[in-house]
């Protein structure tokens, strides 16, 4: 009698059981009865389980028993560790891309972006339902990176009334809101997201004038020679880009975030270096690429020099060059110096790309240091590499570093920058009768105690930024930190998002053919004749 009941309770105790799976796979809402369900089974089992203990101690006597027990516990252990498993991965979220060129992973700047992050970012995706998935693998990255980061997917079919409030004109488009501030694209490519961000975190664009007049490189020019590319690139940075002939007025404007001096041909105006020199004096930010003479007899633009020597920065008379190879990487010779390890600075910071500088002049510090004003490195040649100061001697042939002729030995620094707080911050130009810009009377109201700082950078090249070597690996984001560093938009220095590499196959319409044939005939009739061989290896 006594057995009949406990076989009986080990089925009631099973059949609990089954049930509180059941109730755990169609009602999982229904937590207590589950649990309710799931622990009188298992009462019930272990009562039976204590009623027949003899006969569990000597099933243990056989080595089948044993065996098998072993093999339930191993079963059992594992079960564990997947369950453990899955309980701290739930709870620690981590991605993995494994595609070749990164594909699904973001870019150090839209990280830099989004760490720097202070108030929440909300992002509104309108768009079908159907067409959610088109746009999470990008966007949930940027909410995976950012806790101030969150984003919806709205079907703007069923709710009309909100993207009505947002202005939403067609299905696809991402909207940014950021403490009051709305920004819109129509397009889910990481660069187009980022400047969004940007622009809405921003508030307001910073504006780079290009000097003009001097033949500098020409930031509208599409041809080979041309600045259209960086800026554009400046663009998509949310900076506002504008030429000045600076020889038309006499002060440089005061929405003037950074001044570029772009490869000049000939000196500026005694009134233009008065300008800047004023522009400086005041906090300005200035970027100099100043490419090195085509000869000895070139005249020399004494004007500008002599502004760079006030700051503490000397241009030498020399042209790189670069005797380590590795400008054959881009199918150059040794006139295009590559730098690939580059002195600790702020506008390098976790640089890791080469870069090359075609006809490159080196950069240094000047031999009398003036004082507060100390020109850090930050671009540097190979140790293979020297200044050559005979400039005629490149056009007959190939050259040899001769030390004796004043040729000095490698690394070169083509490249550095200098930052010091602005010697006449409260000053205003004779000839400006304007008043303080809006921008600036804001960073005095929010910060009185930090006086302006004056930052410049001069590299001796203007070739790395032109369209037809700014693709060449770093070149563009080295111009562009170079920029954001002036501007003092750190969280804007890093290695940019880059378009996903084209690895598709292509192929003739012989290798098409060949390759249907391998598929179809080949490959099916070398397995079926392996199976065949097989077989009658066995008979």
């Known amino acids: 009698m006594l057995n009949r009941l406990l076989g009986a309770l080990a089925w009631l105790g099973s059949l609990l059981v089954f049930a509180a799976v059941g109730v755990w796979l169609v009602r999982p809402e229904l937590e207590p009865l589950r649990q309710t369900l799931a622990f009188a089974g298992l009462a019930c089992i272990l009562v039976y389980g204590a009623g027949h203990w003899r006969q569990a101690a000597r099933s243990f006597e056989r080595r089948q028993t044993r065996y098998g027990a072993l093999a339930g516990a191993g079963l059992l252990l594992g079960l564990v560790v997947l369950v453990a498993l899955n309980y701290v991965l739930a709870r620690q979220n981590k991605r993995w891309d494994l595609t070749a060129a990164q594909q699904y992973s973001l870019s150090d700047q ?4 989004l760490t720097s992050l202070e108030s929440p970012v909300r992002i509104l995706v309108f768009a079908r339902e159907t067409d959610f998935p088109v746009y999470q693998d990008r966007l949930d990255a940027y909410a995976y990176e950012s806790s101030q980061v969150t984003v919806d997917y709205i079907d703007a079919d069923r709710d009309p009334v909100l993207a009505r409030q947002y202005d939403v004109q067609s299905y696809g488009t991402i909207v940014f809101d950021y403490d009051g501030r709305v920004e819109r694209v129509l397009t889910e490519s990481e660069q187009d997201l980022t400047n969004a961000l940007i622009k809405v975190v921003a508030g307001r664009e910073e504006t780079v004038y290009f000097l003009a007049g001097h033949g500098e490189r020409d930031v509208a020019d599409p041809e080979r020679n041309g600045y259209s590319t960086v800026s554009a690139a400046l663009a998509q940075d949310n900076y506002q880009v504008n030429p000045l002939v600076l020889a038309q007025q006499s002060t440089v404007p005061d929405d003037a975030t950074v001044v570029v001096v772009a490869g000049p041909q000939t000196d500026l105006l005694p009134g233009e270096v008065g300008a800047l020199r004023t ?7 200035l970027l100099v690429l100043l490419d090195p003479p085509a000869g000895s007899e070139t005249a020399t633009p004494d004007g500008l020099l002599d502004l760079l020597g006030e700051w503490g920065v000397e241009a030498g008379t020399d042209i790189v060059v670069d005797g380590s190879g590795m400008g054959q990487l881009f199918g150059a010779d040794a006139s295009v110096p590559v730098a690939a390890d580059y002195p600790s600075h702020p506008i390098t910071e976790q640089f890791n790309l080469l870069t090359a500088y075609p006809l490159a002049r080196s950069v240094r510090p000047t031999t009398t240091p003036v004082a507060g004003r100390i020109p850090q490195p930050f671009i540097q040649t190979s140790p293979q590499s ?5 400039i005629d001697a490149l056009t007959g042939g190939e ?24 010697p006449n911050p409260s000053a205003t130009s004779p000839d400006s009768e304007t008043a303080p810009s809006e921008d600036a009377a804001e960073t005095e109201e929010a910060d009185p105690s930090a006086p302006p700082e004056t930052r410049m950078v001069v590299i001796g090249d203007s070739d790395f930024a032109t369209n037809g070597v700014v693709g060449i690996q770093g070149n563009r984001d080295m111009f562009l930190n170079a920029v954001s560093w002036l501007a003092q938009q750190e969280n ?7 378009e996903p590499d084209d690895r598709r196959l292509t192929v003739t319409a012989d290798q098409q053919r060949r390759l249907f044939w391998l598929s179809i005939l080949f490959i099916p009739a070398a397995a079926l004749g392996t199976g065949v061989y097989t077989w009658w290896r066995r008979r």
Request: charged fraction near 25%; aromatic fraction near 4%.
């Open 386 to 390: 020297w200044a050559e100061a005979n």
């Open 110 to 113: 839209t990280r830099r972006v």
């Open 492 to 498: 804007l220095i890093a290695i940019r998002p880059r």
């Open 279 to 285: 522009y400086m004096d005041h906090g300005g930010k």
């Open 399 to 422: 050259v040899e570093l001769n030390e004796e002729v004043g040729d000095r030995p490698g690394p070169i620094v083509i490249g550095v920058a200098v930052s010091a707080p602005a």
